[in-house]
DNA sequence: CATATCGATTGCCATCCGTCGATGTATACC
DNA sequence: GGTATACATCGACGGATGGCAATCGATATG
C-alpha cells in the first residue's frame, strides 16, 4: 500500500465496493514496467525468445540477419535490453556475444502468473 | 520459424553455433508486445494489478484517486489498457466500470514462464 | 602501416507517448 | 428545464521512440 489517495470519494452513494489498494509496491512496478516496455516491441521480444532458447551467447553478426532492420537499429534494440537489465553481452575481438541475465525476467513472470 | 534470413554470414571463421530461429511466431510475437507495451507503463501496471486483485468490476472513480494523475490522463491508460485487450468496461448510469479480460495475460504469461 | 570487419554511436527525421486543461456527452436529480 | 456528476474526448505541448545512413572505435590480418 504505497499510493496515498489524493482526494475522497464523493460522499453520494457508493458505487462499487472499495478497491483493494495496488499490492505492487511503487518500486516493483517501475521495475516490472521497465522489462515489460523493452518487451514492447517485436523485434525485441524475438530478440529475447532467440537468446533464451539458445544455449549459450549469441554472437550479433547471426542475430542481424534474422529482422528486416539495419545493423544500428538491431544495436540500438539490444542497447535496449540491455538498459533493461534484460540481456548482457560479452566482447571476444571482433565479436559480441549476447546473453540472457538469468531472473532477469523472474519478476514479471511471478506477476503476470498470480 | 518465420523470419527469413536476409543476409547471409560472411565466409570466415565461425564466431559460434548457429542460432535457433525464433520460435515465437511473427504474429504471437506481434500480439504479445502489444500486451507487454500496455504493461510499460507503471500506472497501467498498477492499474492491472488493482483489477486483477479485486473480485469483480471496479469502477473508475474508485480509481482515479489512486494515482498522481489527471482524471482525463487516467482515462487515456485505461484505454490503453483497452485497446490491448488487457481490460474492457462496462457503463452502469453514470459510473464505468472496469475488469480484467481472463486470459488477456494468458499468452504472454506461459511465454515469459518458458 | 594499410585494410577489412564487427559492432556501437551519432545525427537526423517522423511518429508516438504521457500529460494536462478545456470541452463534450450522457445520466441523475431538483 | 437547469444543474451537478462521471467519464470520455480533444488539442496542445515536450519528450521519448524506431528507423536509417554515415561514421567511429577496436580488433584482426596482410
Redesign the pocket.
Known amino acids: 500500500m504505497q499510493l496515498t489517495p489524493k482526494q475522497k ?2 460522499a ?1 452513494e457508493r ?1 462499487c465496493e472499495p478497491v483493494v489498494y495496488p499490492d505492487v509496491e511503487r518500486r516493483a512496478a517501475e521495475q516490472m514496467a521497465v522489462v515489460a ?1 523493452a518487451l ?2 517485436p ?1 525485441r521480444l524475438q530478440l529475447v525468445d532467440v537468446l533464451r532458447k539458445h544455449a549459450g551467447k549469441v ?3 547471426e542475430l ?1 540477419p534474422l529482422f ?6 538491431l ?6 535490453l540491455r538498459d533493461a537489465g534484460i540481456v548482457d ?1 560479452e566482447r ?5 556475444y549476447y546473453y540472457v541475465r538469468p531472473d532477469a525476467l523472474k519478476e514479471l513472470s511471478a506477476w503476470l502468473s498470480l
Chains 1, 2 share one sequence.
Open positions: 470519494r464523493p453520494g458505487c516496455k514492447g516491441d523485434i554472437c550479433v553478426c542481424v528486416d532492420v539495419s545493423q544500428p537499429t544495436s540500438h534494440h539490444l542497447k535496449r553481452s571476444q575481438g571482433l565479436w559480441a
